[in-house]
């Protein structure tokens, strides 16, 4: 069993050691961001270094941490320490076994390879470290825990409607998402709706590919095709709009043929699991099925498989509108 003290990334306090591990960047700078700023609140003749763990030279954690003539606390940070020299595995081991006080070490490994897994074994026993996991979200409703947890820190209020249009028009990237929570967090509004995200993000084009899904799985056809249209001639992607409509009829047919509402509802936010079961309901099996062979064709339309994607695409739009029953 672990002795080293596992927080979120949100929570994080300085401690003797800190080890900052998972592959999702944002977090880990956020959680450094925090120690860095606490330490300096709390003094403010802290003396920061920061070196990088494949450069690492024999002796220079000792070095850095060593006590100053004016006896200021020390931050020292290591990036990149899954890239780490030996020397610094063997500093390390010895290091952490008993860190001098007024010191603050920070190592951050972002879990791309198996590199000095002695020492990464050795931190998460240690008693003098705090490990800090910042893992990517991979899944929809661990985005929309994100938003969620960003405007209750701030104790602003925001709507469902409006964390799924957050989460949907920047899916792909947290950094993006925090900044358009960040921008969304100094409107004076009580509470942010999926209006107000719409007036800020409405022009992102993943905002607009998701409208293309909800309006093919409310039936409205001919909304659908001004939207496709639109895209289109704005520069769209057909590979990125064709992968909206992947998502939706996925998690349409994973609704449609789960056993229980939890197995459908995993991997989804509540909200968003309540409105694709909605929209299941009026699917048949034969629908489902004629949708996701129509899916499999326009792929290989817009990869090059046909001399008309946009026609592969209108299809299928039409296809997905009337619940795969053409």
Known sequence: MSKAKQVDWRAVRPAPIVFVFGNEEYFASRAIRTVRDTLRAKDSTLEVS???????????????????LFGEPRLLVIRGAERLTDALIEDG???????????????????????????VEALRVNPHTVVVLTDKLAKDNEKSAF???????????????????????????????????????????????????????????????????????????????????????TGADPVMILGALVNRVRQT??????????????GMAPWLAEKIRREASSWSEDGIVRAVTALAETDAAVKGGSRDPVFALETLVRIISKRGLI
Request: glycine fraction near 6%.
């Open 147 to 233: 938003v969620q947890a960003e405007f209750s820190a701030a104790a602003r209020k925001i709507t469902n409607g409006a964390v799924r249009a957050l989460v949907e028009a920047f899916n792909d990237d947290v950094a993006e998402l925090a900044a358009a929570c960040d921008q969304l967090l100094q409107d004076s509004s009580e509470s942010i709706t999926e209006e107000i995200v719409d007036s800020y993000y409405g022009g992102r084009i993943e905002t607009t590919s998701f409208k293309l899904a909800d309006a093919c799985m409310a039936g409205q056809e001919g909304d659908a095709l001004a939207i496709l249209r639109h895209l289109l001639q």
């Open 93 to 119: 081991l010895v290091f952490i076994e008993n860190p001098p006080a007024d010191v603050t070490v920070i190592i951050r490994h972002n879990n791309a390879s198996v590199r000095g897994k002695k020492l």
């Open 50 to 68: 920061e070196i990088d763990a494949s450069e690492y030279a024999s002796g220079q954690i000792f070095e850095l941490t060593a006590p100053s």
């Open 253 to 266: 047919a994973k609704v449609f043929g789960a056993s229980s509402a939890a197995s459908a509802q995993a």
